[in-house]
């Protein structure tokens, strides 16, 4: 069993910046990759970016690339993403996702971010 915990949420203007963590804890032998994903009201969950258990190896969103980076420090078991630029759009849920090499995926319970003027 692996536990998500998401921090970070809040409002913040347009062309601000938040920082979102997620510390994990249980068995991380057992997760590949970890990642973000984002759901608005109306709309379907979808991913936002997404890193190897081992930092090597990330993956994008395209409507994220070059605003987001997402980053792991396994000493403290976390993963973060660090969002820059905001646009409204960036408005949603943000849920934190462990992937294990078999079974099915962890997910946090989310952390809320408003982007608003």
């Known amino acids: 069993q692996v536990q998500l915990v998401e921090s970070g949420g809040g409002e913040v203007q347009p062309g601000g910046s938040l920082t979102l963590s997620c510390v994990a804890s249980?068995?991380?032998?057992?997760?590949?990759?970890m990642g973000w994903y984002r759901q608005a009201p109306g709309k379907e969950r979808e991913l936002v970016a997404v890193?190897?258990?081992?930092?090597?190896?990330?993956n994008y969103a395209d409507s994220v690339k070059g605003r987001f980076t997402i980053s792991t420090d396994n000493a403290k078991n976390t993963v973060y993403l660090q969002m820059n630029s905001l646009k409204p759009d960036d408005t949603a849920v943000y849920y934190c996702?462990?992937?294990?090499?078999?079974?099915?995926?962890?997910w946090g319970k989310g952390t809320l971010v408003i982007v608003s003027s």
């Open positions: 249980g068995i991380m032998s057992s997760i590949y990759a």
């Open positions: 890193i190897t258990s081992s930092g090597g190896s990330a």
């Open positions: 996702n462990a992937r294990p090499r078999i079974g099915s995926d962890y």
